[in-house]
């Protein structure tokens, strides 16, 4: 016989909080067997599908996401139109976690010109900081601000 866990031993054991879990299973995302009185028990399989959804929640899905895209209980009765549909979507997610890191390296860029115009203050880190949040702006926006190309200190370029 299988060996089944009870909610506290499956939240000890993914450090996942109780009501994390009593959640899922109100939302039909992960739905244990229960017992004669009603306590939930979680099957090793359930156990994987959990670590599933954690690490897809790392990914930045969303739980309806999840629920909706990845049927991890119905995964040995794989339709090929799903996995196409399936792979379809992953794309668009990968294509925007692509768009998230551009975004967080422009901040990192614009960070560490930041701290090091601070650091050294002078015209030419100046410029090199305001040539920075140009392009990062530009980006943004699609096309150069509209006013004067000045540094922090009033210099123009």
């Excluded at 990914?59 to 549909?85: G, V």
């Amino acid at each position: 016989m299988d060996k089944h866990y009870s909610i506290q031993e499956v939240s000890r054991l993914l450090q996942i909080p109780k009501d994390t879990l009593r959640y899922y299973d109100r939302k039909g995302i992960v739905s244990p067997s229960r017992k004669e009185n009603r306590y939930r028990r979680y099957s090793k399989k359930d156990l994987i599908d959990l670590m599933n959804i954690q690490i897809l929640q790392y990914a930045d899905f969303t739980l309806e996401e999840i629920k909706s895209k990845f049927h991890f209980h119905k995964m040995q009765h794989i339709d090929p139109a799903d996995c196409d549909e399936l792979a379809s979507f992953l794309d668009a997610k990968q294509a925007e976690t692509r768009k998230k890191i551009e975004h967080l390296e422009n901040i990192s860029e614009l960070l560490q010109a930041t701290a090091e115009t601070l650091r050294d203050l002078n015209p030419d880190s100046d410029r090199r900081l305001a040539e920075t949040v140009r392009n990062i702006y530009q980006n943004i926006r699609g096309k150069a601000p509209l006013i004067l190309e000045e540094g922090c200190d009033g210099h123009e370029d």
